[in-house]
T-cell receptor, first 113, second 116 residues
Framework: DQQVKQNSPSLSVQEGRISILNCDYT??????FLWYKKYPAEGPTFLIS?????DKNEDGRFTVFLNKSAKHLSLHIVPSQPGDSAVYFC????????????FGTGTRLKVLA | DTGVSQDPRHKITKRGQNVTFRCDPI?????LYWYRQTLGQGPEFLTY????????KSRLLSDRFSAERPKGSFSTLEIQRTEQGDSAMYLC??????????????FGPGTRLTVL
């Protein structure tokens, strides 16, 4: 049972435009969500996170939106840059009762110059 | 380099052999995680240590897998009697409990295991 789903395996965006990456989850116990970026031959790198007490968190060009009723989160990158081309993973955890983080399958973003 | 390091980066072994991987977390980090990642999938949680205590282990982790963190610093992951299905990237991550960013995990580059 895939508790965290990223239904778009890939996304192409023109440089300077907005990239929107989506993530859905099924477990209502999840209360903390993270996005990671991964380049080839490297481990994932933390990008941004959001607690379930918020519906938006912003850090520079990156904004994460959380819609708890829809069990949906999205990562917005504005403006997109060629260096943003990577695989993006969303992850979720329930901060009480477990230390486990559940990752989605990833979305490969390609930003075209 | 003060990041998470893993050794070796690549390991090729024959089916039935035992392998051991090492992870050195960021020095002050008290939380350590092991994950496994296969092609087209995200990292899959294997186990978690807080200091030297192993507090959570995935039900997917068979008895052939064992992990230790003897002094609360580096950790080892051993796979006994390897099978071809064990071929994957094994990732280690660490974080620091007690800070606002305790959920932010820092990943190492991984150890790629190939079982022939």
């Amino acid at each position: 049972d895939q508790q965290v789903k990223q239904n778009s395996p890939s996304l192409s965006v023109q440089e300077g435009r907005i990239s929107i990456l989506n993530c859905d989850y099924t477990n209502s116990m999840f209360d903390y969500f993270l996005w990671y970026k991964k380049y080839p031959a490297e481990g994932p790198t933390f990008l941004i996170s959001i607690s379930s007490i918020k519906d938006k968190n912003e850090d520079g060009r990156f904004t994460v939106f959380l819609n708890k009723s829809a069990k949906h989160l999205s990562l917005h990158i504005v403006p997109s840059q060629p260096g943003d081309s990577a695989v993006y993973f969303c992850a979720a955890t329930a901060t009480s009762g477990t230390y486990k983080y559940i990752f989605g399958t990833g979305t490969r973003l390609k930003v075209l110059a | 380099d003060t990041g998470v390091s893993q050794d070796p980066r690549h390991k090729i072994t024959k089916r039935g052999q035992n392998v051991t991987f090492r992870c050195d977390p960021i020095s002050e980090h008290n939380r350590l995680y092991w994950y496994r990642q296969t092609l087209g999938q995200g990292p899959e949680f294997l186990t978690y240590f807080q200091n030297e205590a192993q507090l959570e282990k995935s039900r997917l982790l068979s008895d052939r897998f064992s992990a230790e963190r003897p002094k609360g610093s580096f950790s080892t992951l051993e796979i006994q009697r390897t099978e071809q299905g064990d071929s994957a990237m094994y990732l280690c991550a660490s974080s620091l409990r007690g800070t606002m960013s305790y959920n932010e995990q820092f990943f190492g580059p991984g150890t790629r295991l190939t079982v022939l």
